[in-house]
């Protein structure tokens, strides 16, 4: 009778570390997963700064050759959206 209650012991400890290493892989399996994501948006959100500080510099390279067509497309763009403003 011991030895039916010994084995039956020995089972529920093995089923508990067989448990406790399926929950190990997981947690590194999803952090080995957010890592990833983590980097990924990094790389975007570093992408999307140097892609705007490319449009600011090309813009201001723009404002720095052409001054009075940068003065004239603006002035053009506030009478459009003074002229949609009022409409309304």
């Known amino acids: 009778m011991a030895s039916t209650s010994q084995q039956v012991g020995s089972q529920g400890k093995d089923a508990l570390h067989s448990v406790q ?47 009075l067509q940068v003065l004239l497309g603006a002035a053009v763009v506030g009478c459009m959206i003074g002229f949609f403003l009022r409409r309304k």
Do not use: H, W, Y
């Open 21 to 67: 290493e399926m929950g190990r892989e997981a947690l590194n399996s999803a952090t080995d997963k957010f890592q990833d994501m983590r980097d990924g948006a990094q790389d975007v959100f570093k992408a999307g700064c140097d892609q705007i500080s490319d449009f600011g510099q090309t813009l201001t390279d723009t404002v720095r050759e052409r001054p």
